[in-house]
C-alpha cells in the first residue's frame, strides 16, 4: 500500500519524472489505482456510489494480476507520473471499441487518468495529458482521443474542457452492479504531438 503523500508547498511544484510502467509496477500500480479509484467515487462525490459496488469493482479492476495482464498488453500504454521518487498519477491510454457517438477519424481512448488528491491542481494532469496525446498520435497512430467520465464528477470533466475536450454524448459505466452515466468527450490530436513523447 503506498501512503498518501505530503502535500507540496505553492511555492515548491513536484519534481515529477514520467515513464512507462513496466510488469515489475504491477503490485504498486495495483493498490495506487485502488486508491485513487476509491478516493475518487467512494467519498467525496456527491451522490456517491454505494460501497458495496465499489468493493465489487475494486476487486475487479485492480489487483496485481489485473494491472500485470494491462502491462502485458501491447495495445495499452500505461505512463506513471512519481514525484520525489513516490508514485503520484497514472494514465492509460489504449486502443478499444468505440461508442457510436464518437465520429472522429482514428480514435484511441484515454482510459484512466488519476492523480493522488494531495497533488490535484499541481500540474501533473495536465502533464501526463500532454504524454496521453503524444502517445496516442504517436504510438497508436491515432488522430482523435476520447474518454468516458463520470457525469457527476465535475472536476474532472471542468479539467478535460480545458484540455481542449468536448462533450460528443453519454455511455453506461457499470461500477459493481450499480449503472452509471458517464460522459463522452473527444478532442483531436495533434499530429505534431507524436514528436513530444518524454518518457521511454
Ligand atoms: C481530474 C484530474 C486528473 C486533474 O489533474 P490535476 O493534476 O489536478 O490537474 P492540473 O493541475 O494539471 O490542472 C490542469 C488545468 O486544469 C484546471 N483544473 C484542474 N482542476 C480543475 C477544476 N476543478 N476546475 C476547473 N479547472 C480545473 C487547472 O486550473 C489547470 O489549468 P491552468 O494550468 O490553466 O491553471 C485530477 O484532479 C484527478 O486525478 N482527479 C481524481 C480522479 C479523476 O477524477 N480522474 C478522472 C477520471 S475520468
Given at each position: 500500500?503506498?501512503?498518501?503523500?505530503?502535500?507540496?508547498?505553492?511555492?515548491a511544484?513536484?519534481?515529477?519524472?514520467?515513464?512507462?510502467?513496466?510488469?515489475?509496477?504491477?503490485?504498486?500500480?495495483?493498490?495506487?489505482?485502488?486508491?485513487?479509484?476509491?478516493?475518487?467515487?467512494?467519498?467525496?462525490?456527491?451522490?456517491?456510489?454505494?460501497?458495496?459496488?465499489?468493493?465489487?469493482?475494486?476487486?475487479?479492476?485492480?489487483?496485481?494480476?489485473?494491472?500485470a495482464?494491462?502491462?502485458?498488453?501491447?495495445?495499452?500504454?500505461?505512463?506513471?507520473a512519481?514525484?520525489?521518487?513516490?508514485?503520484?498519477?497514472?494514465?492509460?491510454?489504449?486502443?478499444?471499441?468505440?461508442?457510436?457517438?464518437?465520429?472522429?477519424?482514428?480514435p484511441?481512448?484515454?482510459?484512466?487518468?488519476?492523480?493522488?488528491?494531495?497533488?490535484?491542481g499541481?500540474?501533473?494532469?495536465?502533464?501526463?495529458?500532454?504524454?496521453?496525446?503524444?502517445?496516442?498520435?504517436g504510438?497508436?497512430g491515432?488522430?482523435?482521443?476520447?474518454?468516458?467520465?463520470?457525469?457527476?464528477?465535475?472536476?474532472?470533466?471542468?479539467?478535460?474542457?480545458?484540455?481542449?475536450?468536448?462533450?460528443?454524448?453519454?455511455?453506461?459505466?457499470?461500477?459493481?452492479?450499480?449503472?452509471?452515466?458517464d460522459?463522452?468527450?473527444?478532442?483531436?490530436?495533434?499530429?505534431?504531438?507524436?514528436?513530444r513523447?518524454?518518457?521511454?
Open positions: 500500500m503506498i501512503d498518501t503523500i505530503a502535500a507540496p508547498e505553492p511555492a511544484l513536484p519534481v515529477c519524472r514520467l515513464r512507462h510502467a513496466r510488469r515489475e509496477d504491477a503490485a504498486e500500480l495495483a493498490a495506487f489505482a485502488a486508491r485513487t479509484f476509491e478516493d475518487t467515487y467512494g467519498s467525496d462525490m456527491p451522490g456517491r456510489i454505494g460501497p458495496e459496488h465499489i468493493a465489487l469493482h475494486l476487486a475487479t479492476a485492480f489487483g496485481p494480476r489485473q494491472q495482464a494491462e502491462l502485458a498488453d501491447s495495445g495499452v500504454v500505461t505512463v506513471l512519481e514525484c520525489d521518487g513516490r508514485l503520484a498519477a497514472y494514465a492509460q491510454v489504449r486502443r478499444a471499441v468505440v461508442p457510436p457517438c464518437v465520429g472522429g477519424r482514428a484511441i481512448e484515454l482510459h484512466r487518468l488519476y492523480v493522488d488528491r494531495s497533488w490535484h499541481c500540474g501533473i494532469g495536465q502533464r501526463l495529458m500532454d504524454e496521453v496525446a503524444a502517445i496516442a498520435a504510438r497508436f491515432g488522430a482523435t482521443l476520447w474518454l468516458k467520465v463520470w457525469a457527476r464528477n465535475a472536476r474532472a470533466i471542468a479539467f478535460y474542457a480545458k484540455c481542449g475536450f468536448v462533450d460528443v454524448g453519454v455511455a453506461d459505466y457499470f461500477v459493481g452492479a450499480d449503472r452509471q452515466t460522459r463522452v468527450l473527444v478532442r483531436p490530436l495533434d499530429p505534431q504531438a507524436a514528436a513523447s518524454a518518457p521511454g
